[in-house]
């Protein structure tokens, strides 16, 4: 078992259990102590893993907390809320949800699939929340998602970033939806996370930086870019929307590929802020990302060269949001 799966990392306090996944789950934290709260939930295809993995390091989940309503940050919620646990979110999550607005979490215009799960408590920016037996400040960080959200803990100064960056990289921002200031918005995220001068950061994907000063530097040298290169934040965008359909499909076969991403909402949209055709940008971005070595043909197939876990077929079988049942009476889930 490698240092990462073993669930300690030696900048981490021993209350704070961390395990990096690869795609296409967000990685767990679960802070454990009085009131555990679990951080993200991971992909619907893998939900039992989730579930499993926490039973094995805390016996009373009180809550899930959300940074942002992607795939692979909310797929455990209907699990782990099915089981007693209460589920927090960032307010403008927590209200779409409430009212089964058809772009829930994406997941139809991204056609990633997410079980039903309702939000317990509506997170504020600035708001304290007792998470295992310390004081966590939420912090809006809008950008990645108009939602999303940071986890601050001042005494140990970790902070919690979600996807707004990794240690590789800096969140794509959807200008078709949330507008052409979506990234300006997430470039003054970053600078609002570090200003708090983090002793750790825990990203959503990907390892803990071993410098998060740097970290921080390089994720808003490529957020200005992003802002300097509107064209340049699409591309970046769609590239990781199809990898990430391809990694929960186990790939595509070639010959449907085209036809696939022709009829996917986020690609017409982003053929439109590219002054391309459907056609085209989907011919152009499998050509750009088979030379890039972003994705290989294997029998066939194509899959996203990026190490990621198999998702079983079945698992994916959930309904969109408009599908999903109306949420039950509030503070039936109430830990
Ligand atoms: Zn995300």
Not at 75 to 92: H, V, Y
Not at 123 to 133: E, T
Not at 208 to 222: E, F, G, K, Q, V
Not at 310 to 334: D, E, I, K, L, N
Request: glycine share 8%; hydrophobic share 45%.
């Amino acid at each position: 078992m490698s240092r990462a799966d073993s669930g300690t990392d030696e900048r981490l306090p021993a209350w704070a259990i961390w395990r990096q996944r690869p795609f296409p789950d967000a990685n767990l934290l679960l802070i454990d102590g009085r009131e555990a709260a679990l951080v993200d939930s991971g992909f619907v295809g893998h939900a039992q893993q989730t579930a499993e993995w926490v039973r094995a390091h805390s016996e009373n989940l009180t809550r899930v907390v959300n940074t942002h309503w992607h795939a692979d940050h909310v797929g455990g919620n209907a699990l782990l809320q099915a089981r007693g646990a209460g589920i927090a979110a960032g307010a403008p999550d927590a209200d779409a949800l409430a009212r089964r607005d058809p772009g829930c979490c994406l997941a139809e215009y991204l056609d990633q699939p997410v079980a039903p799960y309702t939000v317990d408590e509506p997170l504020d920016d600035g708001q304290m929340l007792r998470l295992g037996n310390a004081d966590w400040e939420v912090v809006r960080t809008p950008g990645h998602t108009p939602g999303h959200l940071a986890l601050w803990q001042p005494e140990e100064r970790l902070l919690v970033v979600g996807d707004a960056l990794s240690d590789y990289d800096v969140g794509w921002v959807n200008s078709a939806l949330d507008g052409p200031d979506a990234t300006v918005v997430a470039l003054q995220s970053l600078d609002r996370l570090t200003d708090l001068r983090p002793r750790v950061l825990l990203p959503a994907h990907g390892p803990i930086p071993a410098d998060p000063d740097a970290a921080l530097a390089s994720a808003r040298r490529r957020a200005q870019r992003l802002v300097d290169d509107p064209d340049g934040a699409v591309w970046y965008g769609v590239h990781r929307i199809f990898a990430f359909a391809l990694m929960i499909r186990d790939g595509i076969p070639v010959d449907e590929v085209e036809s696939y991403l022709h009829a996917r909402a986020w690609l017409t949209d982003a053929a439109r802020l590219l002054r391309l055709t459907p056609e085209s940008l989907a011919a152009e971005l499998v050509d750009t990302m088979v030379r890039g070595g972003g994705v290989v043909v294997r029998s066939g197939r194509l899959h996203a060269a990026a190490e990621h876990t198999p998702v079983t077929p079945g698992s994916m079988r959930v309904p969109f949001p408009r599908a999903w049942p109306a949420q039950a009476p509030a503070g039936s889930h109430c830990p």
